[in-house]
């Protein structure tokens, strides 16, 4: 793998020991985008991944808000 | 954790749960439900749905590969930008594509597969820099069919230079040499720019403290033919609409 950036490859390949955010990557209504967990059924947007500029517009879904899962059993 | 995409959302946990009150009509779709909701916690209706006829493509960040970058990056993915682009390309409703760029580089594979993928769409693309399009981020503003940049912003052009496991080979050596030469003749395809010309902004000396190579603000981006115009979103817009309508009326 090559890198072409500016940044310095120090800068790049760090790893941070301070507490990680666990991240998660989750697609509601079409929409895709990355959480934080919180607690079991709760996380937090971080951010929205879409192409679609109109998904960026939905209160709902605003990076900080939370949402919380319901479980279902099947 | 992908199976957290079976959970069902419900309403946002801060908000609070007014309870429905028994005897009233029960709205008849789920849409209308949400909507009610709204009104009724936060006494504001859902904006009307207005559908995008085109789509922004924002690549921001490191441009991650094939190796997931330590967390502290900001990363622009190519599992989701792909799917995206091939997304937009076959949905009817999608008339055009704008791409923001801001972004440092990063990995070369990934950035030429973006910048191949959004050169070979049939749909019009714009590109547009904003803050910075660097090194790689430069085969992925060229590829558009037209190209603005903001007028602060910059375009580093530097040669590839060596990371991580090296093996002390010439072979090493030719391999870069390669790897650079694919970045030179992509953009050297897809702007005005011409290969020596280029070539001598990638090695020029003395204008970056630690490295060779050029810094191109905004003007100088479009007077080297990297960039076709200096311009930001309206310009870009309507460039595009512009591009949009002509394609339409080549149909027609």
Same mark, same amino acid.
């Given at each position: 793998? &090559? ?31 990355? &959480?934080?967990?919180? =607690? ?11 192409? =679609? ?5 939905? =209160? =709902? ?12 059993? &099947? | $954790? ?8 419900? *309403?946002?946990?801060?908000? +609070? ?10 709205? *008849? ?8 909701? *709204? ?25 991650? /590969?094939?190796?997931?970058? +330590? ?11 792909? +799917? ?11 008339? /055009? ?20 993928? !959004?050169?070979? $769409? ?10 910075? /399009? ?5 085969? !992925?503003?060229?590829? *558009?069919?037209?190209?603005? !940049? ?8 530097? +040669? !590839? ?7 002390? #080979? ?16 992509? #953009? %050297? ?25 050029? #810094?191109? %603000? ?6 080297? /033919? ?19 309508? $002509? ?6």
């Amino acid at each position: 793998m &090559v890198h072409y950036t500016l940044l310095p490859p120090e800068l790049i390949f760090f790893e941070q020991d301070e507490h990680d955010l666990q991240l998660r990557e989750i697609e509601i209504n079409g929409i895709k985008m990355i &959480v934080e967990i919180v =607690d079991f059924n709760l996380a937090r947007i971080i951010r929205v991944i879409s192409s =679609d500029p109109q998904h960026f517009l939905n =209160d =709902d879904y605003k990076p900080g808000n939370y949402i919380s899962f319901e479980i279902k059993c &099947v | $954790m992908s199976n957290l995409s079976d959970f069902r959302v419900r *309403t946002p946990f801060h908000l +609070p749960i007014t309870p429905r009150k028994r005897g009233k009509p029960k709205p *008849t779709t789920q849409k209308d439900a949400a909507a009610l909701d *709204t009104l009724k916690q936060l006494g504001q209706t859902q904006l009307p749905k207005y559908e995008s006829n085109i789509h922004c493509i924002t690549i921001i960040g490191q441009i991650e /590969g094939h190796m997931v970058l +330590p967390a502290q990056n900001k990363t622009t993915k190519y599992e989701h930008l792909i +799917p995206q682009l091939v997304a937009a390309e076959q949905n009817p409703k999608v008339q /055009g594509i704008l791409v923001v760029l801001n972004t440092v580089g990063g990995d070369v594979e990934a950035g030429l597969a973006l910048a191949e993928m !959004i050169d070979s $769409m049939h749909k019009p693309t714009v590109s547009l820099v904003l803050g910075g /399009g660097h090194s790689i981020g430069v085969p !992925i503003a060229v590829a *558009t069919d037209y190209s603005f !940049i903001a007028e602060t912003a910059t375009m580093t052009i530097h +040669p !590839i230079r060596l990371t991580g496991l090296v093996i002390g #080979v010439p072979q090493t050596y030719e391999y870069l040499d390669k790897m650079q030469d694919r970045v030179i003749k992509f #953009v %050297v395809k897809h702007s005005k720019i011409e290969e020596q010309a280029f070539r001598e902004l990638m090695f020029s000396l003395g204008k970056l403290a630690r490295d060779i190579g050029t #810094v191109l %603000v905004g003007e100088d981006a479009v007077e080297k /033919g990297l960039i076709d115009e200096v311009g930001g979103l309206g310009k870009a817009l309507s460039k595009l609409n512009e591009l949009i309508h $002509m394609k339409s009326s080549d149909h027609n």
